[in-house]
């Protein structure tokens, strides 16, 4: 620890807009990953739901959401176009566009770097995509995947918000440190 | 870091605030542990300093600067307690701090860590970045953790903040209810500390 000479730079690739991210995600909006649960619904870019959302298949959302969305079997996206003020519950959740509320992956939850995230995140597996910032309470537990009711995350004044990285980077160093 | 990380191997679940922006590689590194991950954006709050009404000219009164500098201290605990804003009952186990520091003059650390204290407990530790000397090219960075001795470093989205290079030991005595366990000079001129509790 702390050896002088550990602090060699090096540079690294940059990297692209669309980045590497898990496989069965691509950049494209479409329900997460995997479809291996059946049929997909998709609200469309121009529908407004004020209420409570839950079924027994996938859902890709590109219009607005006021309400609840629980889908504890299945497959959320929300894709770039999507408004989620909602508290969301499902197995795999896939954010490309905005959600101000608390998120509950029971399996796993992949935040893109086009997202805005107001709320915290609770999942056993969580996947922040390179040039993602992500502002707020992640709160992973990796042994309870399909785990039941959703965990209470860190509460904190301040609400998450998490802002895509729209900018160039200009370039990644790695760095030994000490 | 490294010595750091893996004092806290056994700790389950890992409370960790980490006072810049989540990124990947952060997010990655503790992905694989019973964590909560609190990623607060300081320097978000540094943008606009507090500031108080400037005292009435030409009334005759007798200005008590000790009474301005105080209710200066007071608008920065506001401030931070806003960001910190915890429960009681929560205690970090690492605090990340990066180079949050630098980016605080003496007064708003003062009320960070003062904020800040009521989350430690006996066996926290921090990781900190000291600006030593004025040298634009070590600020306006963001920073995560590639690996358990690796750090990842961007650039950042603050450039406009100013910094307050300082020595070591002016920034060890404002950090309530810690202390610099180790320190090493890195080759960019920073102080890399890593923090205990006292």
Redesign the interface.
Known sequence: ????N????QD?PETSAA?AVESGYSSSPRPAAGTSSGTSATLGATIKVKGDISGDENLLIEGQVEGTVNLASHELTVGKSGKVHANVNAKVIRIDGEVHGDITGKEKVFVSSTSNIKGNVVTP???????????????????HANGGSPAT??????TA???GNT?S?????????? | MPDILYRLADVSPLMVLDTGFGVHETVEHFGDRRCKLHFCGLLDALQSPPTLPPPAQKTGKIVDESVHQEKLLNAWRERFRSVLNFPNDTFFDLFLFWDSFNYMDDMALKAFFEVLHPHIRKKTLGHGLIQLKDDKQVTNREYGIQAQDQLVMRAGRHGSLVSYPRPQARVASLLKGFAVNHGVLRRDGLLEVSLKTE
Do not use: V, Y
């Open positions: 620890m702390f050896d002088r550990k602090d060699k730079q690294k980045p597996k969580m996947t922040l995509e390179e040039g993602a910032r992500f502002k707020g309470t992640i709160d992973i537990d990796p042994g995350p860190l509460k904190s004044g301040n918000d998490r802002q900018t980077k200009p370039g990644n160093t790695n760095e030994k440190t000490s």
